[in-house]
């Protein structure tokens, strides 16, 4: 069974802090890779694609690690508006374009 | 944004009644899927489809059914409602290609009671 594993949380970090999340894959025939961020209730929306040579925006860098099948995300200088969770999602690729996510990781930032 | 959007975005309905959730999208995506999101089960994937008619079934696609009849429109059918049913539901949709992001649309919360 293909699957996409996080780290299960919560994290409760306080403002200011640095952190990071880390997500394996077992598809190594993957194509594409991302990080979405789903506030309570709400739909979950793109963070950032995840890119072979790693990519930042701003606070926040994702990198890919295709041989040990890694994605991480950090996180710099928390906000407490970063609380939320956030999926580590995988695009298979392939005719069906199927997208496998994991189960995402809470986080939240206190005062 | 991108334009997607679902109906009804909250229903409850009785056990054994059918139930159709819609899913509409003005981007001309090929790729659309519905998911169910449940606490500590994270996202699930129903059903797909990659086309107009060409649908296929995800890792929990007992009790529903969909249907692709126009690019716009994906429908998801529950055909006789049971209260595992109750749950989040989002509609998705992806561009054709191997680096395409998915957007969401903003669920629909379903209870089955």
């Known amino acids: 069974r293909k699957e996409v594993e996080q780290d299960p949380g919560p994290f409760n970090v306080p403002e200011g802090a640095t952190v990071a999340f880390n997500c394996t894959y077992s598809n190594s025939a993957s194509q594409s890779f991302f990080w979405y961020r789903q506030d309570c209730r709400k739909e979950p929306k793109l963070l950032m694609s995840v890119y072979s040579s790693g990519n930042e925006d701003g606070r926040f860098t994702a990198q890919l690690n295709r041989a040990s099948q890694y994605i991480s995300l950090l996180i710099r200088d928390s906000k407490l508006s970063d609380s939320a969770t956030y999926l580590c999602?995988?695009?298979?690729?392939?005719?069906?374009?199927?997208?496998?996510f994991g189960k995402g990781t809470k986080l939240s930032v206190k005062p | 944004d991108a334009g997607i959007t679902q109906s009804p975005r909250h229903k409850v309905t009785e056990t054994g009644t059918p139930v159709t959730l819609r899913c509409h999208q003005t981007e001309n995506h090929r790729y659309m899927y519905w998911y169910r999101q449940d606490p500590g089960h994270g996202l699930r994937l129903i059903h797909y489809s990659y086309g107009v008619k060409d649908t296929d079934k995800g890792e929990v696609s007992d009790g529903y059914s969909v249907s692709r009849s126009k690019t716009e429109d994906f429908l998801l059918t529950l055909e006789s409602a049971t209260s595992s049913q109750t749950s989040v539901y989002f509609c998705a949709i992806t561009a054709q290609g191997r680096r395409t992001e998915a957007f969401f649309g903003q669920g629909t919360r379903l209870t089955v009671v």
């Open positions: 999602v995988v695009n298979e690729g392939g005719s069906q374009g199927n997208l496998i």
